[in-house]
């Protein structure tokens, strides 16, 4: 068995006895690549979470977390608008890790995400980059066992991912006593402050101590996110890394289909396109399981998740499909936030979204951490106006499939 890497070893040396994954040296855009140049030494973090961060395979800090890491170590407020993809769970896991005491038998840090397959991951994520600290994270989300997070709470929880309707629960029944909790991350604010988690925010947020630190990460910000910064976040800094709406490296078309045609085209493109891994959206829970029905019964292999199947269930599509077992998955809306799966490559908006915040998130799962990728739209006749309004508001072009896509514009 080989020996753990040793945090006190000196100089380089433990450096040389980290378990790197292998190198990735696929082709990034520059919103991934156009740092400053620092390191993660600079920051002069703890040995024990440099080692988690090298051995989660980063690198050098992307431009979200070379912004992010040194200014939310000073304490401040946050509010950093940055897109899916870019590094930016690691741009506030990382600070928030750094601050956590382990000898203290509380919990020092919340982080708050609309979706539960989004708190599964960035609870992996934070482990992951923890794993030589001695961090406790916990996860607990709507649709899990209530009576076995109130028991997992009565042991030691430093660091705690959340939905917010279950950690409200907890908190209300204090059971999650957040008193001590110092930080509170929102990651997809633009969503948590939707109509129907914004109350619930809102109420949580009482429980937290008045000088309590706000980190708030959002691709889009609604007049909901605004608000709220000015009521709960002081003097915050900040961030705005995005020049423009849509994810850099992603080569967009469109192609008219009649509904009745739109299996047949997408029998085609299957055939034609390198794809590694493809999301197929649709906007209904029924068209996803007919649509996933009709794509095995073409001979593809295919996974389909969505809002109304048992928890245990989606995160095991969840879990197999980013471990490569199957390469096509058909989804609602509930897959598009923050899912980070680097093998997708391609998107098909088998039915096109209502808005053009649905479409940016949808969109941005096919060219994750600025790799490239492909997005083709389905469009009926009924979808036109659409089409044009979400290319306006989002300041991209949308272009006709040509009768073949180069593979260098996703396959880099």
Not at 16 to 37: I, M, S
Not at 133 to 160: A, F, N, P
Not at 255 to 273: D, G, I, M, P
Request: net charge positive; glycine share 6%; hydrophobic share 35%.
């Amino acid at each position: 068995m080989s020996a753990k890497p040793d945090p006190s070893a000196g100089g380089e040396q433990w450096k040389a006895q980290l378990k790197l994954p292998p190198k990735d040296d696929r082709y990034k855009t520059e919103d991934v690549t156009n740092t400053k140049g620092n390191s993660f030494e600079d920051y002069f973090l703890k040995r024990e979470l440099l080692m988690g961060i090298y051995e989660k395979g980063f690198e050098v800090p992307s431009p979200i977390q070379e912004e992010s890491i040194p200014i939310a170590l000073t304490g401040r407020d946050i509010l950093a608008r940055a897109k899916n993809g870019t590094g930016k769970t690691a741009a506030f896991a990382i600070p928030v890790l750094e601050k956590i005491d382990t000898s203290k038998n509380q919990i020092q840090g919340v982080i708050l995400v609309p979706t539960r397959e989004l708190a599964l991951q960035t609870a992996s994520v934070c482990k992951e980059l923890g794993k030589h600290l001695k961090i406790q994270v916990m996860s607990t989300t709507g649709g899990t066992s209530l009576k076995e997070d109130i028991m997992r709470l009565h042991q030691t929880v430093h660091l705690i991912v959340a939905t917010p309707g279950r950690l409200l629960d907890l908190a209300s029944k204090d059971v999650a006593k957040l008193k001590n909790c110092g930080v509170i991350v929102m990651d997809e604010a633009d969503k948590l402050l939707s109509p129907e988690f914004q109350p619930l925010v809102e109420q949580m947020i009482s429980f937290l101590p008045e000088d309590r630190q706000v980190l708030l990460y959002s691709a889009t910000f609604p007049v909901t996110v605004k608000s709220f910064k000015e009521k709960h976040l002081r003097r915050p800094h900040i961030i705005n890394l995005m020049e423009e709406l849509t994810l850099r490296g992603i080569s967009q078309f469109y192609a008219y289909v009649e509904e009745r045609q739109k299996v047949h085209c997408l029998n085609t493109l299957f055939s034609k396109l390198q794809i590694n891994q493809s999301i197929i959206f649709c906007n209904s829970v029924n068209r996803v399981e007919l649509l996933a029905r009709k794509i095995t019964e073409l001979g593809y292999s295919c996974f389909y998740i969505h809002a109304k199947m048992p928890q245990h269930q989606r995160n095991r599509v969840f879990h197999d499909f980013r471990s490569g077992h199957c390469r096509n998955l058909v989804s609602s809306d509930l897959f598009t936030r923050g899912i980070d799966i680097q093998a997708v490559n391609v998107v098909v908006n088998f039915d096109f979204p209502k808005n053009s915040e649905t479409y940016l998130h949808r969109v941005g799962r096919s060219g994750r951490f600025g790799h490239l990728g492909l997005a083709i739209n389905l469009i009926t006749n009924e979808d036109r106006q659409n089409l044009f309004r979400i290319e306006q508001e989002l300041g991209t072009e949308i272009l006709p499939i040509p009768p073949a896509i180069d593979k260098s514009l996703y396959c880099r």
